[in-house]
């Protein structure tokens, strides 16, 4: 792969796929009652926080494609089931995996005009608008990960690094 912003944001989409699917099967090993349980966190539920990133992904993504997507609240509930919300976070995964390996590397540096949720017109480089999106779902893969703490079921390792590491990544190899 060659060192370039496309490369750079096609291994961010790669790990953030790599990342949610990682953390949605150890989510996946809780029963209903455990997932959907009331916890002190600020979207309530690990559904709760699942909900939320792909709801900010597919807002994000629309600031950067030109195809808002509209909303309610930030804690509108997409899927009520955790399947239903895995098959879209997939698919939401492949859709952001598809747009950015599709990007020239000029394109990193235009300018993207955006309404956010609270009606402020933004403009910013589309690397910056990207960056937060991936920064976000970290963010939030955070607390799903550490509300998985509060359970019997173990939350995975999901450190960018190790990601590089995998051999369908190979960006980052062992020399021992």
């Known amino acids: 792969m060659t060192n370039s912003m496309a490369a750079q944001f096609s ?8 990342a949610n699917n990682r953390l949605y099967n150890a989510c996946g090993q809780l029963d209903e009652t455990e997932y959907l349980k009331v916890r002190p966190a600020f979207f309530k ?6 909900n939320h990133g792909l709801l900010t992904d597919r807002s994000q993504l629309g600031w950067v494609t030109g195809q808002p997507y509209k909303f309610d609240s930030l804690d509108q509930q997409l899927y009520a089931d955790f399947f239903s919300l895995r098959d879209a976070r997939v698919a939401e995964d492949a859709h952001i995996i598809d747009y ?22 933004m403009i910013g480089a589309l ?3 990207l960056n937060h999106l991936f920064n976000h779902q970290s963010h939030h893969r955070g607390q799903a990960h550490d509300l998985l703490t509060q359970t019997t079921v ?4 999901l ?18």
């Not at 291994?11 to 790599?18: I, S, T």
């Not at 173990?154 to 390792?157: D, H, I, K, R, V």
């Open 11 to 18: 291994a961010f989409a790669r790990y953030n796929f790599w």
């Open 45 to 50: 539920s690990i559904h709760g926080v699942l």
């Open 100 to 121: 950015v390996e599709h990007l020239a590397d000029d394109a990193f540096e235009a300018d993207i005009t955006f309404t956010n949720i609270r009606g402020t017109t």
């Open 127 to 129: 690397r910056l608008l």
């Open 154 to 157: 173990a939350p995975p390792p």
């Open 159 to 176: 450190d960018f690094l190790l990601f590089l590491r995998q051999p369908e990544c190979g960006l980052v190899r062992d020399l021992s």
